[in-house]
Protein backbone atom coordinates (compact mmCIF):
# COMPACT_ATOMS: atom_id res chain seq x y z
CA UNK A 1 0.00 0.00 0.00
CA UNK A 2 1.08 3.69 -0.76
CA UNK A 3 1.53 5.63 2.66
CA UNK A 4 -1.19 7.62 3.21
CA UNK A 5 0.65 10.55 3.44
CA UNK A 6 2.56 10.42 -0.08
CA UNK A 7 1.39 13.35 -1.68
CA UNK A 8 4.01 16.66 -1.95
CA UNK A 9 1.20 19.15 -0.35
CA UNK A 10 0.80 16.77 2.84
CA UNK A 11 -3.29 15.65 1.74
CA UNK A 12 -3.59 12.42 0.21
CA UNK A 13 -4.81 11.44 -2.88
CA UNK A 14 -8.28 9.96 -3.79
CA UNK A 15 -6.49 6.52 -4.96
CA UNK A 16 -4.41 6.81 -1.80
CA UNK A 17 -7.71 7.32 0.77
CA UNK A 18 -9.26 3.74 -1.30
CA UNK A 19 -6.00 2.24 -0.67
CA UNK A 20 -5.77 3.00 3.10
CA UNK A 21 -9.44 2.14 3.61
CA UNK A 22 -9.19 -1.20 1.87
CA UNK A 23 -6.27 -2.18 4.03
CA UNK A 24 -7.84 -0.73 7.92
CA UNK A 25 -11.55 -1.22 7.31
CA UNK A 26 -11.43 -4.87 8.03
CA UNK A 27 -9.11 -4.25 11.33
CA UNK A 28 -11.49 -1.04 11.77
CA UNK A 29 -12.40 -2.92 15.67
CA UNK A 30 -8.95 -3.75 16.59
CA UNK A 31 -7.22 -0.17 15.34
CA UNK A 32 -4.98 1.86 17.32
CA UNK A 33 -5.58 5.70 17.66
CA UNK A 34 -3.15 6.35 14.57
CA UNK A 35 -5.29 4.15 12.65
CA UNK A 36 -8.82 5.06 13.58
CA UNK A 37 -7.32 8.79 12.38
CA UNK A 38 -6.22 7.23 9.06
CA UNK A 39 -9.20 5.35 8.60
CA UNK A 40 -11.37 8.54 9.12
CA UNK A 41 -9.48 10.96 7.26
CA UNK A 42 -10.01 7.85 4.26
CA UNK A 43 -13.53 8.21 4.83
CA UNK A 44 -13.94 11.64 4.71
CA UNK A 45 -12.21 12.30 1.65
CA UNK A 46 -14.41 9.20 -0.23
CA UNK A 47 -17.55 10.04 1.04
CA UNK A 48 -18.69 13.26 -0.78
CA UNK A 49 -17.00 11.27 -3.64
CA UNK A 50 -19.44 8.84 -4.10
CA UNK A 51 -21.49 8.91 -7.64
CA UNK A 52 -24.59 6.58 -8.18
CA UNK A 53 -23.98 4.17 -11.11
CA UNK A 54 -25.24 1.49 -13.29
CA UNK A 55 -23.75 -1.27 -14.30
CA UNK A 56 -23.43 -3.85 -17.26
CA UNK A 57 -20.99 -5.66 -19.03
CA UNK A 58 -19.02 -2.81 -20.57
CA UNK A 59 -15.33 -3.26 -19.38
CA UNK A 60 -15.35 0.31 -17.95
CA UNK A 61 -16.72 -1.58 -15.52
CA UNK A 62 -14.13 -5.04 -15.02
CA UNK A 63 -13.46 -5.95 -11.62
CA UNK A 64 -16.28 -3.40 -9.67
CA UNK A 65 -17.89 -6.74 -8.59
CA UNK A 66 -15.08 -8.84 -7.27
CA UNK A 67 -13.99 -5.78 -5.04
CA UNK A 68 -16.92 -5.82 -3.47
CA UNK A 69 -18.36 -9.50 -1.36
CA UNK A 70 -21.83 -10.22 -2.53
CA UNK A 71 -23.20 -11.20 0.86
CA UNK A 72 -26.12 -13.54 -0.61
CA UNK A 73 -25.07 -15.41 -3.34
CA UNK A 74 -21.22 -15.00 -4.49
CA UNK A 75 -20.60 -15.33 -8.11
CA UNK A 76 -18.37 -18.40 -8.50
CA UNK A 77 -16.89 -17.25 -11.70
CA UNK A 78 -17.02 -14.78 -14.03
CA UNK A 79 -19.49 -16.37 -16.36
CA UNK A 80 -22.00 -16.82 -13.30
CA UNK A 81 -21.46 -13.06 -12.56
CA UNK A 82 -22.05 -11.48 -16.43
CA UNK A 83 -25.29 -13.99 -16.48
CA UNK A 84 -26.37 -12.14 -13.46
CA UNK A 85 -26.30 -8.28 -15.89
CA UNK A 86 -26.93 -7.60 -19.31
CA UNK A 87 -26.88 -4.31 -20.87
CA UNK A 88 -29.39 -1.64 -19.43
CA UNK A 89 -33.19 -2.11 -20.55
CA UNK A 90 -32.69 -5.57 -19.70
CA UNK A 91 -34.30 -7.80 -16.79
CA UNK A 92 -31.24 -7.95 -14.87
CA UNK A 93 -29.21 -4.69 -14.00
CA UNK A 94 -26.78 -3.66 -11.01
CA UNK A 95 -26.53 -0.52 -9.82
CA UNK A 96 -23.63 1.09 -7.32
CA UNK A 97 -22.51 3.85 -5.00
CA UNK A 98 -18.99 4.53 -5.83
CA UNK A 99 -15.63 6.43 -6.04
CA UNK A 100 -13.65 6.80 -9.48
CA UNK A 101 -9.97 7.42 -8.62
CA UNK A 102 -7.51 9.65 -10.53
CA UNK A 103 -6.68 6.83 -12.78
CA UNK A 104 -10.30 6.17 -14.06
CA UNK A 105 -10.83 3.17 -12.01
CA UNK A 106 -13.91 2.50 -9.60
CA UNK A 107 -14.39 1.41 -5.86
CA UNK A 108 -17.91 0.40 -4.86
CA UNK A 109 -18.99 1.66 -1.35
CA UNK A 110 -22.12 0.06 -2.49
CA UNK A 111 -23.92 -2.32 -5.21
CA UNK A 112 -27.15 -3.82 -5.27
CA UNK A 113 -28.34 -6.70 -7.79
CA UNK A 114 -31.83 -5.92 -9.57
CA UNK A 115 -34.46 -7.87 -11.57
CA UNK A 116 -37.08 -6.47 -13.75
CA UNK A 117 -39.86 -7.93 -14.11
CA UNK A 118 -42.91 -7.34 -16.98
CA UNK A 119 -44.76 -9.11 -14.82
CA UNK A 120 -46.55 -7.37 -11.75
CA UNK A 121 -46.48 -10.38 -9.09
CA UNK A 122 -43.84 -9.81 -6.76
CA UNK A 123 -41.21 -12.85 -7.11
CA UNK A 124 -40.99 -15.29 -4.06
CA UNK A 125 -37.39 -16.85 -4.92
CA UNK A 126 -34.04 -15.81 -5.71
CA UNK A 127 -32.73 -18.76 -7.61
CA UNK A 128 -35.64 -18.48 -10.89
CA UNK A 129 -34.47 -14.86 -11.12
CA UNK A 130 -30.62 -15.92 -11.21
CA UNK A 131 -31.44 -18.83 -13.63
CA UNK A 132 -33.97 -16.91 -15.94
CA UNK A 133 -31.87 -15.88 -19.39
CA UNK A 134 -31.29 -11.88 -19.61
CA UNK A 135 -34.09 -10.77 -21.99
CA UNK A 136 -35.13 -6.97 -23.51
CA UNK A 137 -38.34 -5.82 -21.78
CA UNK A 138 -38.88 -3.45 -24.12
CA UNK A 139 -39.46 -0.99 -21.83
CA UNK A 140 -42.63 -2.13 -19.59
CA UNK A 141 -41.16 -3.32 -16.43
CA UNK A 142 -43.70 -3.86 -13.98
CA UNK A 143 -41.61 -4.52 -11.03
CA UNK A 144 -38.15 -4.20 -9.68
CA UNK A 145 -36.49 -6.02 -7.43
CA UNK A 146 -33.04 -5.29 -5.67
CA UNK A 147 -32.27 -8.94 -4.20
CA UNK A 148 -29.28 -8.49 -2.71
CA UNK A 149 -27.35 -5.37 -1.76
CA UNK A 150 -23.47 -5.35 -0.31
CA UNK A 151 -22.12 -2.50 1.60
CA UNK A 152 -18.42 -2.27 2.81
CA UNK A 153 -18.92 1.71 3.72
CA UNK A 154 -20.57 3.73 5.93
CA UNK A 155 -24.15 4.55 5.33
CA UNK A 156 -23.44 3.59 1.70
CA UNK A 157 -25.95 1.00 1.40
CA UNK A 158 -28.52 3.54 2.47
CA UNK A 159 -27.39 6.32 0.46
CA UNK A 160 -27.95 3.44 -2.77
CA UNK A 161 -31.32 2.57 -1.65
CA UNK A 162 -32.40 6.30 -2.17
CA UNK A 163 -30.73 6.54 -5.13
CA UNK A 164 -32.45 3.77 -7.22
CA UNK A 165 -35.33 4.51 -5.46
CA UNK A 166 -35.22 8.34 -7.40
CA UNK A 167 -33.73 6.18 -10.30
CA UNK A 168 -36.59 3.73 -10.67
CA UNK A 169 -39.45 6.50 -9.84
CA UNK A 170 -38.13 9.45 -11.03
CA UNK A 171 -35.54 9.50 -13.78
CA UNK A 172 -36.86 6.77 -15.33
CA UNK A 173 -40.68 7.83 -14.87
CA UNK A 174 -41.53 4.11 -14.41
CA UNK A 175 -45.37 5.43 -13.96
CA UNK A 176 -46.89 1.68 -13.39
CA UNK A 177 -43.81 0.07 -12.08
CA UNK A 178 -42.83 -1.13 -8.04
CA UNK A 179 -39.91 -1.41 -6.53
CA UNK A 180 -39.98 -4.50 -3.77
CA UNK A 181 -37.32 -6.11 -2.63
CA UNK A 182 -37.05 -9.62 -2.03
CA UNK A 183 -35.25 -10.39 1.43
CA UNK A 184 -34.36 -13.73 3.80
CA UNK A 185 -35.29 -13.34 7.50
CA UNK A 186 -31.85 -12.86 8.36
CA UNK A 187 -28.76 -10.73 8.64
CA UNK A 188 -25.10 -11.76 9.38
CA UNK A 189 -24.87 -14.78 11.75
CA UNK A 190 -28.39 -14.20 13.06
CA UNK A 191 -31.41 -14.56 11.90
CA UNK A 192 -35.15 -16.13 12.51
CA UNK A 193 -33.89 -19.47 12.99
CA UNK A 194 -31.68 -18.43 15.75
CA UNK A 195 -34.66 -16.12 17.28
CA UNK A 196 -37.30 -19.18 16.89
CA UNK A 197 -34.27 -21.43 18.95
CA UNK A 198 -34.25 -19.08 21.55
CA UNK A 199 -37.79 -19.01 21.96
CA UNK A 200 -38.08 -22.92 22.25
CA UNK A 201 -39.80 -23.03 19.26
CA UNK A 202 -38.91 -26.20 17.58
CA UNK A 203 -38.94 -26.10 13.14
CA UNK A 204 -39.70 -29.81 12.65
CA UNK A 205 -43.31 -28.60 12.31
CA UNK A 206 -42.60 -27.35 8.85
CA UNK A 207 -43.59 -24.10 7.53
CA UNK A 208 -47.26 -23.91 8.23
CA UNK A 209 -46.53 -24.65 12.04
CA UNK A 210 -43.66 -21.70 12.14
CA UNK A 211 -45.49 -19.30 10.06
CA UNK A 212 -47.24 -17.36 12.78
CA UNK A 213 -43.60 -17.32 14.47
CA UNK A 214 -42.83 -15.40 11.70
CA UNK A 215 -45.10 -12.46 12.72
CA UNK A 216 -44.01 -12.55 16.42
CA UNK A 217 -40.64 -12.61 14.80
CA UNK A 218 -41.84 -9.10 12.42
CA UNK A 219 -43.50 -7.37 15.39
CA UNK A 220 -41.06 -4.40 16.58
CA UNK A 221 -40.26 -4.40 20.38
CA UNK A 222 -40.73 -1.03 22.43
CA UNK A 223 -37.22 0.03 23.20
CA UNK A 224 -37.45 2.42 26.56
CA UNK A 225 -35.68 6.30 25.29
CA UNK A 226 -34.92 7.65 22.15
CA UNK A 227 -35.01 4.58 19.68
CA UNK A 228 -38.94 3.82 20.42
CA UNK A 229 -39.76 0.79 18.69
CA UNK A 230 -37.29 -0.90 16.67
CA UNK A 231 -37.28 -4.51 14.96
CA UNK A 232 -35.95 -7.64 15.87
CA UNK A 233 -34.24 -8.29 12.41
CA UNK A 234 -31.36 -6.09 11.30
CA UNK A 235 -32.93 -6.03 7.59
CA UNK A 236 -36.26 -5.17 8.51
CA UNK A 237 -35.01 -2.07 10.07
CA UNK A 238 -33.08 -1.11 7.38
CA UNK A 239 -36.04 -1.56 5.53
CA UNK A 240 -38.72 -0.35 7.94
CA UNK A 241 -37.36 1.50 10.12
CA UNK A 242 -34.71 2.98 8.26
CA UNK A 243 -36.81 3.69 5.34
CA UNK A 244 -40.32 3.18 6.04
CA UNK A 245 -40.73 0.49 3.26
CA UNK A 246 -44.12 -1.47 3.78
CA UNK A 247 -44.18 -5.46 4.63
CA UNK A 248 -45.70 -6.72 0.99
CA UNK A 249 -45.63 -10.67 1.64
CA UNK A 250 -43.93 -13.44 3.50
CA UNK A 251 -43.21 -16.33 1.83
CA UNK A 252 -41.95 -19.87 3.09
CA UNK A 253 -40.03 -22.63 1.80
CA UNK A 254 -37.33 -20.65 -0.24
CA UNK A 255 -34.51 -23.48 -0.33
CA UNK A 256 -31.80 -21.77 -3.33
CA UNK A 257 -29.45 -20.74 -0.21
CA UNK A 258 -28.52 -23.47 2.25
CA UNK A 259 -27.62 -20.26 4.49
CA UNK A 260 -31.44 -19.07 4.21
CA UNK A 261 -32.25 -22.76 5.14
CA UNK A 262 -30.49 -22.49 8.03
CA UNK A 263 -30.70 -18.96 9.55
CA UNK A 264 -34.35 -18.08 8.11
CA UNK A 265 -35.60 -21.60 7.76
CA UNK A 266 -35.93 -20.48 4.41
CA UNK A 267 -38.51 -17.78 4.81
CA UNK A 268 -38.16 -14.43 2.66
CA UNK A 269 -40.52 -10.77 3.02
CA UNK A 270 -40.84 -8.87 0.21
CA UNK A 271 -40.43 -4.86 1.30
CA UNK A 272 -42.39 -2.47 -0.79
CA UNK A 273 -40.84 0.91 -1.76
CA UNK A 274 -43.85 2.97 -2.32
CA UNK A 275 -43.54 6.29 -5.04
CA UNK A 276 -44.97 8.76 -2.66
CA UNK A 277 -41.84 9.61 -0.23
CA UNK A 278 -44.26 11.81 1.89
CA UNK A 279 -45.71 8.19 2.80
CA UNK A 280 -42.84 6.49 3.45
CA UNK A 281 -42.12 9.04 6.17
CA UNK A 282 -45.03 8.30 7.79
CA UNK A 283 -44.74 4.94 8.00
CA UNK A 284 -40.95 4.82 9.34
CA UNK A 285 -42.43 7.34 12.19
CA UNK A 286 -45.77 5.23 12.25
CA UNK A 287 -43.13 2.06 12.30
CA UNK A 288 -40.83 4.06 15.13
CA UNK A 289 -43.14 5.71 17.44
CA UNK A 290 -45.90 3.50 17.61
CA UNK A 291 -44.90 -0.09 16.84
CA UNK A 292 -47.28 0.17 13.83
CA UNK A 293 -46.32 -2.59 11.01
CA UNK A 294 -47.50 -0.95 7.20
CA UNK A 295 -48.57 -4.37 5.46
CA UNK A 296 -50.76 -5.01 2.42
CA UNK A 297 -54.48 -5.53 2.74
CA UNK A 298 -53.25 -9.14 1.56
CA UNK A 299 -50.80 -9.81 3.75
CA UNK A 300 -53.41 -8.42 6.86
CA UNK A 301 -55.60 -11.39 6.42
CA UNK A 302 -52.68 -13.87 6.98
CA UNK A 303 -51.69 -12.14 10.33
CA UNK A 304 -52.92 -13.39 13.75
CA UNK A 305 -55.99 -11.70 15.32
CA UNK A 306 -53.54 -10.53 18.22
CA UNK A 307 -51.49 -8.24 15.93
CA UNK A 308 -54.09 -6.79 14.20
CA UNK A 309 -54.21 -3.78 15.99
CA UNK A 310 -50.44 -3.19 15.57
CA UNK A 311 -51.10 -2.87 11.17
CA UNK A 312 -51.68 -0.20 9.21
CA UNK A 313 -52.65 -1.49 5.83
CA UNK A 314 -51.77 0.69 2.76
CA UNK A 315 -51.91 0.41 -0.88
CA UNK A 316 -49.03 0.33 -3.04
CA UNK A 317 -49.84 2.03 -6.19
CA UNK A 318 -50.73 5.72 -4.47
CA UNK A 319 -49.77 8.98 -7.07
CA UNK A 320 -46.33 10.27 -6.69
CA UNK A 321 -44.88 13.04 -4.46
CA UNK A 322 -41.44 14.79 -4.32
CA UNK A 323 -40.11 15.25 -0.61
CA UNK A 324 -36.57 14.99 0.38
CA UNK A 325 -35.24 11.70 1.44
CA UNK A 326 -35.12 11.16 5.00
CA UNK A 327 -31.44 9.83 5.68
CA UNK A 328 -30.98 10.13 9.29
CA UNK A 329 -31.08 6.47 10.55
CA UNK A 330 -29.59 3.09 8.50
CA UNK A 331 -27.30 0.59 9.37
CA UNK A 332 -23.80 0.50 8.48
CA UNK A 333 -22.34 -3.21 7.41
CA UNK A 334 -22.74 -5.58 4.84
CA UNK A 335 -26.44 -6.54 4.91
CA UNK A 336 -28.55 -8.78 2.30
CA UNK A 337 -31.75 -7.35 0.67
Do not use: C
Request: proline share 7%; hydrophobic share 35%.
Amino acid sequence: MQSFHGTGSGTPTIKQAIETYEALAPQKRTLDEGGREKLSTAIGILMPKQQFITLSTDPEYAGIHSRLFDAVHEPKNPEDLMGRLGEFGTNKLAMAMAVQDEDGQWFPTAVVYTYWSDQADLPSQIRPILDEPIRDLNGSPKVIVPYTISSNFPKAGDSLIAEVHNHVYETLGLDDAVLATLSPLRAGKRGFATWLQEQGVSPKGGSDQILPHAFDYLMPVNHVGDRGFMPKDAVQSFHMAGKGAMLGAIHSGNDDSARDMELAHGFMANYIYVRDLEEMAQNRTRFREEGLVTVTSELAEQIPEQYQDRLYVQNYDDDSADPQWDQDYAPDGLSPM
